[in-house]
């Protein structure tokens, strides 16, 4: 039972343009949600983090947005450059939950040139 | 910043065998974590740690344990390797407060054969 879901296993963006990758979620507890990035053969680096009550986070030209209603979020990446080609992982925190993330099953995100 | 070191990058052993991962962080984080990482699975939370000898299992603890004996250091033992637990290991440590943002170690990549 996937609590959040990365429907897109892959994606894949023409340089330049903007990147858009999709993350769902079914626990209405959660309050946190984080976005990381892996390279191959390196540990997940912390990206950005929205928090429930917000709608919108920006770093640089990394941008989240949050849909509760819909219990939708996307990571924007914009420009899109070859060294942000890596595997993206949504994550989110519940109230009460012992400071766990649960993460999703990850988008590999490919950036031609 | 935060750092986390794994004790092995690669690791090669035999089914069977007695394997020790060693993770050390250095930031006085409360919470530690060790994920596996396989191929279309995402991460996968196999034990945690809130507090000095204090454990909680995870999504699939079969086949490891855990030891926190000091509060920068957490391991992951994996009694009797089994070729199914050819995997990345990743480390993880986090602050008591929101978002919990998780940093990760570089991986251990062990191969059971």
């Known amino acids: ?113 | 910043d935060v750092k986390v070191t794994q004790s092995s990058r690669y690791l090669v052993k035999r089914t069977g065998e007695k394997v020790f991962l060693e993770c050390v962080q250095d930031m006085d984080h409360e919470n530690m974590f060790w994920y596996r990482q396989d191929p279309g699975l995402g991460l996968r939370l196999i034990y945690f740690s809130y507090d000095v000898k204090m454990k909680e299992k995870g999504d699939i603890p079969e086949g490891y344990s855990v030891s926190r004996e000091k509060k920068e250091r957490f391991s992951l033992i994996l009694e009797s390797a089994s070729t199914n637990q050819t995997s990345m290991y990743l480390c993880a440590s986090s602050l008591l407060a929101p978002p919990y943002e998780q940093y990760f170690g570089p991986g251990t990549r062990l191969t059971v054969t």
Request: aromatic content about 12%; overall charge positive.
């Open chain 1, 1 to 113: 039972d996937q609590q959040v879901k990365q429907n897109s296993p892959s994606l894949s963006v023409q340089e330049g343009r903007i990147s858009i990758l999709n993350c769902d979620y079914t626990n209405s507890m959660f309050d946190y949600f984080l976005w990381y990035k892996k390279y191959p053969a390196e540990g997940p680096t912390f990206l950005i983090s929205i928090s429930s009550i917000k709608d919108k986070n920006e770093d640089g030209r990394f941008t989240v947005f949050l849909n509760k209603s819909a219990k939708h979020l996307s990571l924007h990446i914009v420009p899109s450059q070859p060294g942000v080609s890596a595997v993206y992982f949504c994550a989110a925190s519940a109230k009460g939950g012992s400071e766990k993330l649960v993460f999703g099953k990850g988008t590999k995100l490919t950036v031609n040139p």
